[in-house]
């Protein structure tokens, strides 16, 4: 898969049934259990909440996924490849129905505060300008004030609540203008 590296981090292309980036993504997934109370939710809204943040599989058309060398220094160099390191951070890009939506933005807990959110968010972006994008949605929640920061800070607008998402009183929404 494509790749480009920037001051010792890897930038690689992978499906998203990547094990790495899955790994990932369980992990935002637990996060936001604490954060949202999931586990009080009412039947209702956790059937609600299940049908909105469904994702098919079909429609993720692009996933970044960060890598950064081993803090042991591990290894000698030999056998080394592209695709080793510590996975750190994951975005996608999913077509929803026409319109190129950010999903599942993740940086590891433990590499936050070092701008990998930052060059996350620029690669993602690229590959959406690559297939033609001139805007970029994204739905977010009001228990995420880091990410809400983040994508402001990045030229992201908020805008009305989307499908699916109208019944997630939490969300927040955003777009992106891409140059």
């Given at each position: 898969?494509?790749?480009?590296a920037?001051?010792?981090?890897t930038?690689?292309?992978?499906?998203?049934?990547?094990?790495?980036?899955?790994?990932?993504?369980d992990s935002?997934?637990?996060?936001?259990?604490?954060?949202?109370g999931?586990g009080?939710r009412s039947?209702?809204?956790?059937?609600?909440?299940?049908?909105?943040?469904?994702i098919?599989?079909?429609t993720m058309?692009?996933?970044?996924?960060?890598?950064v060398?081993a803090?042991?220094g591990?290894?000698?160099?030999?056998g080394?490849?592209?695709?080793?390191?510590?996975p750190?951070?994951?975005?996608?890009l999913?077509?929803?129905?026409?319109v190129?939506?950010?999903?599942?933005v993740?940086?590891?807990?433990?590499h936050?505060?070092?701008?990998l959110?930052?060059?996350?968010?620029?690669?993602?972006e690229e590959?959406?300008?690559?297939?033609?994008?001139?805007?970029?949605i994204l739905q977010?929640?009001d228990?995420?004030?880091?990410a809400?920061?983040l994508?402001?800070?990045?030229?992201?607008?908020?805008?009305?609540?989307?499908e699916?998402?109208t019944?997630?009183?939490?969300?927040?929404?955003f777009?992106?203008?891409l140059p």
């Amino acid at each position: 898969m494509p790749s480009s590296a920037s001051s010792s981090v890897t930038v690689l292309d992978v499906p998203w049934s990547d094990p790495r980036a899955s790994a990932l993504r369980d992990s935002l997934d637990a996060e936001m259990s604490i954060r949202y109370g999931i586990g009080e939710r009412s039947p209702e809204m956790a059937a609600i909440a299940e049908k909105a943040f469904f994702i098919d599989p079909a429609t993720m058309i692009e996933t970044v996924l960060l890598l950064v060398p081993a803090e042991d220094g591990a290894g000698d160099g030999a056998g080394d490849s592209v695709d080793d390191g510590v996975p750190v951070a994951t975005a996608s890009l999913r077509d929803l129905n026409g319109v190129l939506e950010v999903k599942r933005v993740i940086v590891a807990a433990e590499h936050r505060g070092r701008g990998l959110s930052r060059m996350l968010m620029a690669a993602i972006e690229e590959r959406a300008r690559r297939r033609g994008a001139g805007r970029l949605i994204l739905q977010t929640g009001d228990q995420q004030p880091e990410a809400v920061a983040l994508y402001e800070s990045l030229g992201y607008v908020p805008i009305p609540v989307y499908e699916p998402y109208t019944l997630i009183t939490r969300s927040l929404c955003f777009e992106k203008s891409l140059p």
